[in-house]
């Protein structure tokens, strides 16, 4: 590979639940994108949400992770701790004028919010308020390396959109930016169940004068109803009781061949690294598990 890559890459899960199938296959396609290149791959635990959380869920998701040989650098990162740098941030969108309180409630916004708050001024709003960026009536295009070129119409097709909620919360959309950027994250792997969520991430990183990462979105896991496996839709936690197999599975549903003669899960991450093949990634928007 010669010498240190200046590829960042993570793992970014909600610790909502224990790790499952379709978390470890994202997990692993991260990884193994990082090591192919002799890069970095980090471990965040984004628990900003402490209602949906549960207090076991960061040690059933990294003794998974750890069990099945995936071993992050550094020191895993807690966004609740990060909750200064998301404030430093949503001040310097709000002192460049690009940021309103909104008192909507969900049920008056639909999925693409059409601005009815954006005259309003935090001096004069006295009720309970969220806080929206305003987005530019403008398209914005990424290309990711699999769904190749993405475009949307910010005020048509995504709108002006939560950056802390009325219950003081600082939404996924800005932390996640933030953190990235921090950490120096250059590329991002993930499920394709996330790709609505690309404009407004890319939109704030331009807005904040971050660098903005390369995109590489996969298809998701989902069971023999179409549902995407999920902690929402009660997807079971994976066994670790044979991880050879459950990397095996996991890497074919990544277009992958594993190693046909691993001894353990050393010898057969080691094969997929050297092996690691993005192209070879279905161009698919699910994956059956029950196929794989």
């Given at each position: 590979?010669g010498?240190?890559?200046?590829y960042?890459?993570?793992?970014?899960?909600?610790?909502?639940?224990?790790?499952?199938?379709g978390?470890?296959?994202?997990a692993?396609?991260?990884?193994?994108?990082?090591?192919?290149?002799?890069?970095?791959?980090?471990?965040?635990?984004?628990?900003?949400?402490?209602?949906?959380?549960?207090?076991?869920?960061?040690?059933?998701?990294?003794?998974p992770?750890?069990m099945?040989g995936?071993r992050?650098?550094?020191?895993?990162l807690?966004?609740?701790?990060r909750?200064?740098?998301?404030a430093?941030?949503?001040a310097?969108?709000?002192?460049?004028?690009?940021?309103?309180?909104?008192?909507?409630?969900?049920?008056?916004?639909?999925s693409?919010?059409?601005?009815k708050?954006?005259?309003n001024?935090?001096e004069?709003?006295k009720?309970?308020?969220?806080?929206r960026?305003?987005?530019?009536?403008?398209e914005?295009?990424?290309?990711d390396?699999?769904?190749g070129e993405?475009?949307?119409?910010l005020?048509?097709?995504?709108g002006?959109?939560?950056?802390?909620r009325?219950d003081?919360?600082?939404a996924?959309?800005?932390?996640?930016?933030v953190?990235?950027?921090?950490?120096?994250?250059?590329?991002?792997?993930?499920?394709?169940?996330?790709?609505?969520?690309?404009?407004?991430?890319?939109?704030?990183?331009?807005?904040?004068?971050?660098?903005?990462?390369v995109?590489?979105?996969i298809?998701?896991?989902?069971?023999?109803?179409g549902?995407?496996?999920?902690?929402q839709?009660?997807?079971p936690?994976?066994?670790?009781?044979?991880?050879l197999?459950?990397?095996?599975?996991?890497?074919?549903?990544?277009g992958?061949?594993?190693?046909?003669?691993?001894?353990?899960?050393?010898?057969?991450?080691?094969?997929?690294v050297?092996?690691?093949?993005a192209a070879?990634?279905?161009?698919?928007?699910?994956?059956?598990?029950?196929?794989?």
């Amino acid at each position: 590979m010669g010498g240190q890559s200046t590829y960042t890459g993570r793992f970014a899960p909600s610790p909502t639940g224990p790790l499952h199938f379709g978390s470890l296959v994202a997990a692993l396609a991260s990884y193994l994108d990082a090591r192919h290149v002799g890069g970095r791959w980090l471990l965040r635990i984004e628990d900003l949400d402490p209602p949906r959380e549960s207090r076991a869920a960061p040690e059933q998701i990294m003794h998974p992770l750890a069990m099945c040989g995936l071993r992050w650098d550094g020191d895993v990162l807690y966004q609740s701790r990060r909750l200064p740098d998301y404030a430093q941030a949503l001040a310097q969108l709000t002192e460049s004028g690009l940021t309103y309180p909104c008192t909507c409630s969900r049920a008056m916004t639909g999925s693409v919010y059409q601005g009815k708050c954006r005259a309003n001024t935090f001096e004069s709003t006295k009720r309970d308020y969220s806080i929206r960026v305003r987005v530019t009536d403008s398209e914005l295009v990424v290309t990711d390396r699999i769904e190749g070129e993405l475009r949307w119409h910010l005020s048509k097709d995504v709108g002006d959109f939560i950056v802390r909620r009325k219950d003081g919360l600082f939404a996924y959309q800005l932390a996640v930016v933030v953190d990235d950027a921090f950490q120096g994250v250059t590329d991002i792997v993930r499920g394709n169940d996330l790709i609505d969520s690309t404009p407004r991430q890319v939109y704030l990183a331009r807005c904040l004068g971050y660098q903005e990462p390369v995109w590489c979105h996969i298809p998701v896991v989902v069971d023999d109803k179409g549902n995407k496996l999920s902690k929402q839709n009660h997807a079971p936690p994976i066994e670790t009781g044979d991880v050879l197999s459950l990397i095996g599975r996991a890497l074919s549903a990544l277009g992958q061949t594993p190693a046909p003669h691993a001894r353990n899960i050393d010898d057969l991450l080691a094969h997929a690294v050297q092996h690691w093949d993005a192209a070879r990634i279905p161009r698919v928007r699910q994956i059956e598990y029950s196929s794989l």
